[in-house]
Structure formats: C-alpha cells, structure tokens
C-alpha cells in the first residue's frame, strides 16, 4: 500500500509513511472486509459512511504539516483510521463525530491500540470544539459546501485546515493556512468525493 499507492503518487513526507506504516488499517474496517483493508480505494464502514482511501488520508495528512507539538481537531471521526495517522504524529488530537455508534466503536479500537493522545465527541463538527481552541491544525473529512466560520475562528494563527469543499457530489480539496493577521491563504490540491459534511455550518439534510 504504502509503495504502490502513496509514495508513487507523491507522497513524501517520511514521517506521514512512517505513520502509515505503523497504523493497522485492518482494525478499523468492518470484519467482513478484512481481505480489502489495504486497497487503493475507500470502503462502506456503516451508517451511510466510508473509510477514506489510504492515498487521501495521506494527502490530507501531508498537507497539514503536523509538527510533534500540534494538537489537532479532526471533524468526522468515522473508523478512526485517520485519527490514529493523526495521534501518530501530534501531541493530541481532538475529533468529533456526530453518528455515536461510529464515534464509540473508533474511541474503543483507538483505546486498545494504546493512543492516550485522542479525544473524540459526539456532536456536531461544523461547529468544532470550543473548549479546546485555537487548534495548529484541522481536518474536515467530510464535504462542505462552505468553510464552516467557527472551524476558521477556532484554527490557529499560522494554523493549517485541509477541506473539501463544493457540492454534493464533487468537491475540490483544499489546503488553507491562516496568516498572522487572519488571512487566508488558500491552495487546492485537486478533485475529491467525500460523504457529506451535515450540521449547521455544512449542509442541512
Ligand atoms: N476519516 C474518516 C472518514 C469518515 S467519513 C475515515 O477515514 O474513517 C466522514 C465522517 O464524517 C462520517 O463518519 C460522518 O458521520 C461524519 N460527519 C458528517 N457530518 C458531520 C458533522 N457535522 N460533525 C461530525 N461528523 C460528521
């Protein structure tokens, strides 16, 4: 996976393949995909959701430029796979996830894989996680039609977001990173389908 499908598309980040090569990704699909856990491409996890494709969670994680230090929101737990990706290369990671079922069957696989650094919620993400602001990093694994204002407000001065936005179907990826003096600097890292962002600042049905 990490050969055929990241570094020979560009992935080059040796801690982000690192990460890769440390996370079990069969832990977090369903028992009956077993056999598929390492292809190149995203897989039903229940509830109408996907574990995004290993190459994605790469992109994206690459693109966050994630220092030791960072803590991290994550918006749409799902599986928990790319928390894990996440706790492997910051000091905390806070997700939130609104489908409970989803969010305590991620927060017990990462318990059993011995992450402490992960907080997950149930709720919904489009308005983050307040208590917790300002975050060096956060990434939306759902599709937006908009960037959410309080994901924005509670990001970081110099902090990086990766989201897809767009319509329902396809989404264009992007990298945003926040200036010192609040403003965007907006960098697109091509064409995505995600399942949609739904809250009061994604979509509303
Ligand atoms: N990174 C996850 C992707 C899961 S799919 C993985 O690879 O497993 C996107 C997730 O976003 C779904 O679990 C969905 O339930 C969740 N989601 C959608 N809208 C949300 C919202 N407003 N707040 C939190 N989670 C949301």
Not at 25 to 34: G, N, Q, S
Not at 62 to 76: H, W
Not at 82 to 107: C, G, W
Not at 190 to 200: A, I, K, M, S, T
Request: charged share 25%.
């Amino acid at each position: 996976m990490i050969a055929k499908q990241l570094i020979s598309r560009g992935i080059k980040d040796d801690k982000v393949l690192n990460a890769f090569r440390k996370v079990p990704r069969h832990i977090f699909v369903r028992p009956e995909d077993d056999e598929y856990a390492y292809v190149d491409g995203p897989l039903p996890i229940g509830y109408g959701q996907t574990i995004s494709q290993p190459f994605i969670v790469a992109l994206m994680t690459e693109a966050l430029e994630i220092q030791k230090t960072d803590r991290i929101m994550e918006i749409g737990t799902g599986s928990g796979y790319q928390t894990a990706i996440l706790a492997q290369l910051a000091h905390q990671v806070y997700s939130v996830e609104k489908v409970p079922e989803l969010a305590e069957a991620a927060e017990l696989k990462l318990k059993s894989l011995g992450y402490d650094n992960v907080f997950i919620k149930v709720g919904d993400g489009t308005k983050g996680w307040k208590q917790n602001f300002p975050y060096d990093a956060i990434m939306v694994t759902a599709a937006s039609p908009q960037i959410p204002p309080s994901l924005w407000e509670q990001l970081a001065s110099k902090g990086r977001m990766v989201i897809p936005v767009g319509d329902r179907f396809f989404q264009n990826l992007l990298q945003l990173k926040k200036t010192v003096q609040g403003e965007k600097i907006k960098k697109s890292l091509g064409e995505c389908r995600f399942v949609p962002l739904l809250g009061e600042e994604g979509w509303d049905f």
